[in-house]
């Protein structure tokens, strides 16, 4: 019982030390422009104060979608979660350290199953598995708000579950300003590498946000 509570309290604390939006954000609306080889598209986005993704304007309507889906995830990360609603049911349990002094973490539950290293803090690493594939998310690098960190470069390697053969790699730089009391994206660089292999990317594809107004 002992390790599992040491455990909880070392993901717990890592959980809320990230930088997130606290009940009184308003939402905002920017300017958006996609960036991919010579290819250049444009349009307008809101994010609601009920934090619901509006993209608009954009030529090419899978572009669009993609520019929505990133969006999403940049709600996910920032959205505030109460710890006990969403982990009260889950079971705690501590793994290895490794040579740089992170800690394995894993989580179980009906839902989940994952595992992550906690490291300064901070969450590190995260291995999910969801039917036949798999990914991990390393971070290597985070910004400081003074309200919390916001993973500012990453990795996320796709995996086959089963064979643990890579099948890509994506690879995020993303940067932050102040408007307001509030973190917002204003960029973010994402390069691709098909064959998880090469040191050349085979695509990169840069979101910049710009124009950004709290509503």
Request: aromatic share 12%; glycine share 6%.
């Amino acid at each position: 019982m002992t390790v599992q509570t040491t455990a909880g309290v070392l993901f717990q604390t890592a959980f809320e030390s990230r930088y997130t939006w606290d009940d009184n954000f308003p939402g905002y609306s920017a300017d958006v422009q996609l960036l991919q080889g010579s290819e250049v598209y444009t349009g307008k986005i809101h994010i609601n104060r009920d934090l619901d993704v509006e993209v608009t304007g954009v030529a090419d309507q899978e572009i669009e979608e993609g520019i929505y889906i990133q969006l999403q995830e940049t709600v996910t990360r920032c959205k505030r979660y109460n710890f006990q609603q969403s982990h009260s049911q889950h079971e705690f349990t501590l793994g290895q350290t490794d040579e740089t002094g992170s800690v394995t973490v894993l989580v179980k539950g009906e839902s989940i199953d994952s595992q992550y290293k906690i490291r300064d803090r901070k969450i590190c690493q995260e291995n999910r598995v969801m039917g036949r594939m798999a990914l991990v998310i390393d971070t290597w690098d985070y910004f400081d708000t003074g309200a919390g960190y916001i993973a500012s470069q990453y990795d996320v390697v796709f995996c086959n579950s089963k064979t643990n053969e890579v099948n890509s790699v994506l690879k995020f730089t993303d940067t932050y300003q102040k408007f307001g009391d509030y973190y917002i994206m204003t960029k973010q660089i994402v390069e691709e590498h098909e064959n998880g292999v090469s040191q050349v990317a085979d695509s990169i594809t840069e979101f910049t946000y710009s124009n950004i107004k709290l509503l």
